[in-house]
């Protein structure tokens, strides 16, 4: 069986758009999906196929940012991650001692399309202050070492450099979302 977890962009921080956990799980139920269970209060769903006939991330992303869209009257963008893909994020993280040491201030931006690597090279980190960054496993890492409230590096300025929109979570919800995936897979 093939898990996935399913990532929101830009809901439940400040006076934006809010999506409660009610209806993201409900957004899965009517696109078919199983099993669907929300972690935190910011945009993250584990999911199976379910009756779906989904069997790609994207596809699946897909299905659960149009039945929001349905249920709430606006478009919530949604991307993708197969159980697999955070795996092998995990294995990618070039920051290992800030996943262990400071893992609230390790980020993951995960793209909307491809990540361009040109693009992220040009970033001027000298005028950024400490912050750390890294592509691999087709996402960004930045280790925001001074805070990420004070970082130039906004998320305007990274999507620029990754050239596609992207949505963050950081260590801890990494951590999360990869357990949430293996507890639906020892069921």
């Known amino acids: 069986m093939a898990y ?7 809901v439940n921080i400040g006076p934006g758009l809010r999506v409660t956990a009610a209806d993201l799980r409900g957004a899965a139920d009517d696109a078919g999906l199983g099993a669907a269970r929300t972690l ?7 999911v199976t196929p379910g009756t779906s006939g989904a069997v790609e991330a ?41 996943a262990r040491d400071d893992p609230s201030h390790l980020q993951v931006h995960v793209p909307f399309g491809e ?17 750390m960054l890294a592509t691999a496993a087709g996402v960004l890492y ?7 409230g004070r970082s130039k590096l906004t998320p305007k300025v990274i999507d620029k450099a990754v050239g596609a929109p992207t949505t963050a979570r950081n260590w801890n919800t990494i951590t999360r979302l990869r357990a949430a995936c293996d507890g639906l897979a020892s069921r």
């Open 58 to 98: 994207r596809d699946i992303a897909r299905l659960v940012q149009e039945c929001l869209g349905e249920r709430l009257g606006r478009d919530v963008p949604a991307v993708g991650l197969s159980a697999e893909q955070l795996a092998a994020i995990a294995r990618a993280n070039p920051f290992p001692a800030a």
């Open 4 to 10: 996935f977890a399913i990532l929101l962009r830009a």
């Open 40 to 46: 935190l209060n910011s945009g993250n769903l584990v």
């Open 142 to 148: 930045v280790h925001y070492v001074d805070g990420i």
């Open 115 to 131: 990540v361009d690597e040109a693009g992220v090279a040009r970033l001027d980190l000298a005028n950024a202050g400490r912050e």
